[in-house]
């Protein structure tokens, strides 16, 4: 079965500063894929970011980063010059298998960032 | 646009009162999914569908039931509500095959049972 672990239930952050959100997996799966997902607090989720397990680098989206360590089975999102508006919850998520062999998501518990004037 | 449509977003409801919730995608998306969100908790996934009239329970079944008669939409159903069924449901879609794609969320539909 596959798991997600988010350790930070919530973080604080100067605006225009980088934050670092933690993330780690497990799986036995071989080939997998990573998420990011953005909750804020009007209750949408927002896609922010994809890494495939294969992937030989690591991905990059604006001023969203997934630092990927394959060997620490980590996926930390990094987000950089921090504005008011990232103030979330932000959700880690995995590719999983259902009970049936198709595939889901499997979500992390989330962690709360909020961004500081 | 791709969209993700949940009938409602805020119902309130009585103990043992059948609940329907509703979720429109038009995407043709084959997948569809229903997690339920409670705090400290994240999502977790009570049912999914593949294609018309497939289910598959998702890690957290008990209590509810699906429908999807037509692709593009996917029913959750409270049969008897209970209070501790009060939570944020999230409906989400996505294409099928080796899934590497995202999920696109509805809105959220916040459900509380008194």
């Known amino acids: 079965a596959q798991k997600i672990t988010q350790t930070q239930p919530g973080m604080f952050v100067q605006e225009k500063e980088a934050v670092t959100l933690d993330c780690t997996y497990d799986?036995?799966?071989?080939?997998?894929?990573l998420f990011w997902y953005k909750q804020p607090s009007s209750g949408e989720m927002i896609f922010l970011i994809y890494?495939?397990?294969?992937?030989?680098q690591n991905a990059t989206e604006g001023r969203y980063s997934l630092n990927f360590q394959k060997a620490r089975k980590s996926a930390n999102l990094v987000i950089s010059a921090s504005q008011l508006g990232d103030s979330a919850m932000y959700f880690c998520?995995?590719?999983?298998?259902?009970?049936?062999?198709?595939?889901?998501?499997?979500f992390g518990k989330g962690t709360k960032l909020t961004v500081n004037p | 646009d791709v969209k993700v449509t949940q009938s409602s977003r805020y119902l309130v409801k009585r103990t043992g009162e059948k609940v329907f919730l509703e979720c429109v995608q038009d995407?043709?998306?084959?997948?569809m999914f229903w997690y339920r969100q409670d705090p400290g908790l994240g999502l977790r996934l009570i049912y999914f569908?593949?294609?018309?009239?497939?289910?598959e329970k998702g890690d957290i079944p008990e209590g509810y039931s699906v429908s999807r008669e037509k692709k593009e939409r996917f029913s959750l159903i409270l049969e008897s509500a209970s209070t501790n069924q009060t939570s944020m449901y999230l409906c989400?879609?996505?294409?099928?095959?080796?899934?590497?794609?995202?999920?696109?969320f509805g809105e959220g539909s916040r459900l509380t049972v008194l």
């Open positions: 989400a879609s996505s294409t099928g095959g080796a899934y590497t794609g995202e999920l696109f």
């Open positions: 799986t036995s799966d071989p080939s997998y894929g």
């Open positions: 890494q495939g397990s294969y992937d030989q």
């Open positions: 998520a995995m590719r999983g298998s259902t009970q049936g062999g198709s595939e889901k998501l499997v």
């Open positions: 995407m043709d998306h084959e997948n």
């Open positions: 569908s593949y294609d018309v009239k497939m289910k």
